[in-house]
Every structure is written in structure tokens, then in C-alpha cells.
């Protein structure tokens, strides 16, 4: 299953409300993950099953969709949320992730 | 918490094999799995198998079929992943994750350090 995000890149201030998409190629359920990785560091599971928010994950962010359509949410940025967003799909085998949504201060 | 730490990084000449380690500690090892996860130089995130810590059984992604091996130490809570033939495209950091103990419905938390493999001659 192809997992396609959009934007690939987007400039944004401090304060901002950001939304990034996923589209699987089929639908996928709601079998979608939201992963946040930094530079030089691993990736940091954000959201799970697509809305559902990871113990100790800020409320700003959040996600949603199901079948194809998927989106997570940043409601204010904050300087910290600077970082490249992948997400993913659990529905079938193998995994497959997008291609990352970096996101930059403006 | 569950922590699951890696290796050193590793310089390989071609047609080298490597293997990358990750001791998992502060969850119940043998009810989860762990996949393996590659992450090319400024590329993103290739997934490459999978291997149930309750009984060994494995899924490998088929690019990786024959070249790579999974297992595990239960004794140790370690997992390790041997990658053999090693090309210039193997460069990349080698994440573990824990996953599921089933072999499908794949998610990924928490995730190792990263293990930075260097294939050049």
C-alpha cells in the first residue's frame, strides 16, 4: 500500500495551526500511525489507530480520517514541533510509511 | 518504561555481513514483537521485518528475503538483526521498534537510538 503526504515541506510560525495529510493508495480502515522525528533522533510515535492521541503527547496535536483520507493536526505550533512527520500503515503487510511532511519555522 | 537500546555504529567494507544488537528493557520482552527499520541519509523510513520475541517466527519485506536474518535472545531481552552482502545502499541507520506479537497490524513504540551502518571500501 502506497502512503502519499502532502505537503512534502511547509514553512510555518510559531503559534500556527498546521495540518498535515496521508492518502493510502486503498483504504486502510483506521489502521494509521503519526510519527514525529528530529534531527539526528529516532522517530516518536505521536498517534495511533489515527486519532487516537499517545500517553504523553501534547493535546495540541491531533488526528483524523479513516479509509484513504488522513490528517494530523498541530492547533499551535509550538517551537519544539519543528521537526519531519511520517505516517503509516498498519493495514497490511509489509508496513509502508510516507514519504515525511518536514516542517520548518517561517 | 520500555527502553529498547542499540549498538555502535559500524563500518563495513562491501560484501561484508554486520549485525546490529537492541536490548529491550522495562516491558514484559516476550510479549511483543520487534521490527527493524532502515533510514538512508536524508531518506525516509524502509521497514524490513519483523520477529515475534514470544516464539522466533519472523516476516522478512521481500526486498530483504535471503540477505537478512532476525532473531532473538530471550534470555537477554535482546533482539538482533544481521544483514549480510552489504552494498554502498546499505548506508543508513538501523532502527528496532517494538511492535506487535502478531505479524501483521505492524506499529512502532517506543523505538531504539539508531545504529548508523557505513558501507564503503
Known amino acids: 500500500i502506497q502512503m502519499t503526504q502532502s505537503p512534502s515541506s511547509l514553512s510555518a510560525s510559531v503559534g500556527d495551526r498546521v495540518t498535515i495529510t496521508c492518502r493510502a493508495s486503498?483504504?486502510?480502515?483506521?489502521?494509521l500511525y503519526w510519527y514525529q522525528q528530529k534531527p539526528g533522533k529516532a522517530p516518536k510515535l505521536l498517534i495511533y489507530?489515527?486519532?487516537s492521541l499517545q500517553s504523553g503527547v501534547p493535546s495540541r496535536f491531533s488526528g483524523s480520517g479513516s479509509g484513504t483520507d488522513f490528517t494530523l493536526t498541530i492547533s499551535s505550533l509550538q517551537r519544539e514541533d519543528f521537526a519531519t512527520y511520517y505516517c503509516?500503515?498498519?493495514?497490511?503487510?509489509?508496513?509502508?510509511f510516507g514519504q515525511g511532511t518536514r516542517l520548518e519555522i517561517k | 518504561q520500555a527502553q529498547l537500546v542499540q549498538s555502535g555504529s559500524e563500518v563495513k567494507k562491501p560484501g561484508a555481513s554486520v549485525r546490529v544488537s537492541c536490548k529491550a528493557s522495562g516491558y514484559r520482552f516476550t510479549s511483543y514483537g520487534i521490527s527493524w527499520v532502515r533510514q538512508a541519509p536524508g531518506q525516509g523510513l524502509e521497514w524490513m521485518g519483523w520477529i515475534s520475541a514470544h516464539n522466533g517466527n519472523t516476516n522478512y519485506a521481500q526486498k530483504f528475503q535471503g540477505r537478512v536474518t532476525m532473531t532473538t535472545d530471550t534470555s537477554t531481552s535482546t533482539a538482533y538483526m544481521d544483514l549480510r552482502s552489504l552494498r554502498a545502499d546499505d548506508t543508513a541507520v538501523y532502527y528496532c521498534?517494538?511492535?506487535?506479537?502478531?505479524?501483521?497490524?505492524?506499529?512502532?513504540?517506543?523505538w531504539g537510538q539508531g545504529t548508523l551502518v557505513s558501507v564503503s571500501s
Open positions: 503509516q500503515q498498519s493495514y497490511s503487510t509489509p508496513p509502508t
Open positions: 521498534a517494538r511492535d506487535s506479537i502478531d505479524s501483521d497490524g505492524n506499529w512502532f513504540d517506543p
Open positions: 489507530t489515527a486519532s
Open positions: 486503498q483504504s486502510i480502515s483506521s489502521d
